[in-house]
C-alpha cells in the first residue's frame, strides 16, 4: 500500500471539498456530490467566479500544491519525495508518526511508527488517518 498516494487522494478530496464550500456560499448554488469527478466539475463549471474573488491566489496555490503531490506520488524517481509525518494519535503521547511505503524493490513490508514505540500495520492506516484528522480539528 502507498502511503504517499493516499495521503494525496485524501487531500485531493478535502481541498476540492473545501472550494465547493466556498462557491455554494458564494452563489447560493447547491453542493455538488462529494466524488473528486463532481466536485471537479463543479468547480470547473464555476471557475470564472472562483477565480475572481479575493482567495483566488490561495485557490490556485493549493491546486498547484495537489498537482505536485500527485507528480510526486505518480513519479517519486524524478522529484523530492516528501516523507509523511504527523503527531502521534495515542493519547498524551508526544511523538511523531512517519510511514515508510512498501519498497517495489524488495519484499519489505512498509511499516508506520510513532518516535515512542508506537507501530500500526498498514492496513490500519484509512483507521488512523481518521483519528489524525479528529485530532486536528479538535486542536
Known amino acids: 500500500m502507498n502511503v504517499s498516494a493516499l495521503d494525496t487522494r ?13 462557491v455554494v456560499e458564494g452563489l447560493a448554488v447547491p453542493a455538488p456530490d462529494r466524488s473528486v469527478t463532481q466536485l471537479v466539475s463543479f468547480l470547473t463549471r464555476h471557475l470564472e467566479w472562483l477565480t475572481a474573488q ?4 490561495d485557490f490556485a496555490d493549493e491546486i498547484d500544491g495537489l498537482r505536485l503531490d500527485l507528480l510526486r506520488v505518480i513519479d517519486p524517481e524524478h522529484s523530492r519525495h516528501r516523507a509523511f509525518a504527523a503527531a502521534c494519535v495515542v493519547d498524551d503521547c508526544t511523538g511523531e508518526i512517519t510511514a515508510s511505503p ?8 512498509g ?11 498498514m492496513r490500519e492506516w484509512l483507521t488512523l488517518r481518521h483519528l489524525m484528522n479528529r485530532q486536528r480539528e479538535a486542536a
Do not use: D, M
Request: hydrophobic share 35%.
Open 111 to 121: 511499516s508506520i511508527s510513532c518516535s515512542f514505540g508506537h507501530s500500526w500495520e
Open 102 to 109: 512498501q519498497s517495489s524493490r524488495s519484499t519489505t513490508k
Open 10 to 22: 485524501y487531500n485531493i478530496a478535502a481541498v476540492l471539498r473545501s472550494w465547493a464550500e466556498v
Open 54 to 57: 479575493p482567495p483566488a491566489g
